[in-house]
């Protein structure tokens, strides 16, 4: 029975593979970026992108709705970075190969993006939900609502959350200020 | 001279961020992207079935047949036990139950579960899953909820037989003991004993089964439970469950 149940199905099985990936070509630049952002490190991004690449493969015929593949992808980026920035726990690893990549010339893009402007390193210090939102508001560009429906949330509950993070954000920098004056 | 708006101006940097980094997708993720479905077959996902893949008017309407026809036959029960508590009583006790050692399984006395029409999510049966797994089961599944509003609990046992109960009187089945061998190796083969399946919930929506499923393998036991939709759960959790549909012979 189990034979002539995959023989059945087996002319079809090409068909989901070629369309889950050309969505998930389409969606994986943002979404890469997105890592980037939330993770700080190119390599770390990849890995977090691949893993959440497998998750989605596993997960796609649960999809009901291929039109929201994009947002589907996206949480489950956001979840596999979450686990991996909850796991380390602030610690940031120092990649070893750090001070020849800069002596190269050719540092991490993710990096030396955050690291042009205060307000870079000071987003990682927020919490995870934290940089979770404004990573996809300000990194990926998405309106509250599409937050909210990408992190299964209430669109207020985004707007709090950004709004703390944002209000963080001001009085850390205030505070440097401040010091910096005296 | 108008002060800069401090919000502005923090949200205007941190965009001027995320402005400066747009790296392409490094080519070996592509590459993994194009490798991944000869690299992980698809799960049982491609032999499941079908409703999965309708259309959510479909779905619905699929989710009213589906109550229409519990709701008959309940009805149907019903009558029936009605007309037979008139008659002599001498054959009232079902065929199906009367010898069975079901019968007095840890499946029966559990308390009704959805009543109501439409998907209520009928609590899970932790306690009667706890004590068929007490009792000798290597695998023990509970589904339940979803559009067909099921209430499902399974149950295999080392020398190949099963238990099913689907909402009515528990019935035996039996496969072979290596059958039943095969799907624990392939369960603790994709990572069930390990750290990395590790049960998650949500409140489950109207078209998602909520699992759990418990296997023993060797010295250890371990239950996980999920619930369909969840995207923080461990993805291979529902390798496990293709496997277990097989097994069981249902379509998930």
Request: hydrophobic share 40%.
């Amino acid at each position: 029975m189990e034979g002539a149940l995959r023989v059945g199905l087996a002319p079809t099985s090409d068909e989901p593979s070629a369309a889950f990936i050309r969505l998930a070509e389409s969606a994986l630049p943002g979404a890469y970026r997105l890592a980037g952002f939330l993770l700080r490190d190119s390599w770390e991004a990849q890995d977090a992108t691949q893993e959440a690449l497998l998750k989605a493969w596993l997960g796609w015929p649960r999809l009901r709705d291929r039109g929201s593949f994009g947002p589907w992808f996206d949480r489950i980026v956001v979840n596999v970075c979450k686990n991996q920035m909850r796991a380390r726990k602030g610690i940031r690893p120092l990649h070893l190969d750090e001070q020849m990549e800069n002596e190269a010339g050719t540092t991490d893009p993710f990096r030396s993006a955050l690291a042009r402007d205060e307000l870079g390193r000071l987003v990682g210090k927020l919490s995870p939900d934290q940089q979770i939102v404004v990573a996809l508001r300000f990194w990926r560009d998405l309106s509250l609502d599409e937050i909210a429906a990408r992190l299964d949330l209430p669109p207020g509950t985004v707007k709090s959350r950004l709004h703390y993070a944002v209000r963080a954000l001001r009085a850390e920098l205030d505070r440097q200020t401040k010091e910096v004056s005296r | 001279m108008r002060p800069v708006d401090f919000d502005e101006e923090v949200e205007r940097r941190l965009r001027a961020i995320g402005a400066a980094a747009a790296p392409p997708v490094p080519g070996t993720v592509t590459h993994y992207l194009h490798q991944l479905p000869a690299a992980y077959p698809a799960p049982a996902s491609h032999t499941k079935v079908s409703f999965r893949r309708l259309s959510f008017p479909k779905l619905a309407l699929s989710g009213l047949v589906a109550l229409a026809i519990v709701a008959g036959v309940a009805a149907g029960t019903l009558l029936t036990q009605h007309r037979q508590g008139g008659g002599s009583g001498s054959s009232a006790a079902p065929a199906t139950t009367a010898a069975s050692p079901a019968a007095t399984s840890p499946l029966t006395p559990e308390p009704p579960s959805s009543e109501t029409p439409g998907c209520t999510n009928p609590p899970m049966r932790s306690a009667a899953a706890a004590e068929l797994a007490r009792g000798g089961a290597v695998i023990v599944w509970e589904r339940n909820g979803g559009p067909d509003c099921v209430d499902e609990l399974y149950a295999a046992y080392p020398d190949g037989r099963t238990v099913s109960d689907r909402g009515g009187a528990p019935t035996n089945g039996q496969v072979t003991s290596a059958k039943v061998q095969a799907v624990i190796g392939q369960i603790a083969g994709v990572g069930f004993f390990t750290d990395l399946f590790f049960t998650t919930y949500h409140a489950p929506c109207s078209a998602c089964h909520q699992h759990s499923v418990t296997v023993t393998y060797g010295s250890q036991t371990k239950t996980v439970g999920s619930v369909e939709g969840g995207t923080d759960g461990p993805a291979e959790y529902w390798i496990v469950i293709g496997y277990l549909s097989d097994l069981f012979g249902i379509a998930s």
